[in-house]
């Protein structure tokens, strides 16, 4: 499955294995463009609102956060890695997709307890989410949760055990 580490987990830590597993889809969720002319140069993407300190407030708080892109090369990934780094977002991995791959592939390897996604308004809507083709058995143990495009997470609860 693959994914760039962005921290260590520390897997030895019994803790680690009830923690809540939040995903966190990236474009359009919780960065964005600064204005249309830069809709895909993905180095110059900003975050969207309060969702820096919403992520570090659910991390405190014991979850496991890792994000998902839509980029697919490593170049692309990269840069989507770079821009998580440089403002401080926390989590341990970023996982994306390869050639033949699907959302729902990623999703149902990882099996989140939470998945954050947009609503994908611009490129289709929901045909287009990582939940849509999940397979039922396992979408039903997934909280999922999509925002609108481009607005951010602010309107999440703050306290995971509201999830």
Not at 65 to 88: D, P
Request: glycine residues 4%; charged residues 25%.
């Amino acid at each position: 499955m693959p994914f760039l580490e962005l921290s260590k987990s520390n897997d030895n830590d019994i803790a680690h294995i009830s923690k809540i597993k939040i995903m966190i889809f990236t474009e359009g969720t919780i960065i964005r463009h600064r204005n249309v002319f830069q809709l895909f140069n993905y180095d110059t993407y900003i975050p969207i609102g309060n969702c820096i300190n919403k992520i570090q407030a659910w991390e405190q708080q014991g979850a496991e956060i890792m994000y998902f892109t839509s980029r697919k090369t490593v170049k692309q990934v990269n840069e989507i890695a770079t821009l998580l780094k440089k403002y401080h977002f926390q989590g341990t991995r970023l996982y994306y997709r390869e050639a033949k791959q699907k959302y729902k592939d990623i999703i149902e390897l990882v099996e989140p307890d939470v998945l954050i996604e947009d609503d994908c308004k611009s490129i289709g809507g929901q045909s287009q989410m990582c939940i849509t083709y999940v397979k039922p058995e396992l979408k039903s143990k997934i909280r999922s949760f999509a925002v609108e495009e481009f607005k951010g997470i602010d309107s999440l609860p703050t306290l995971i055990s509201d999830f």
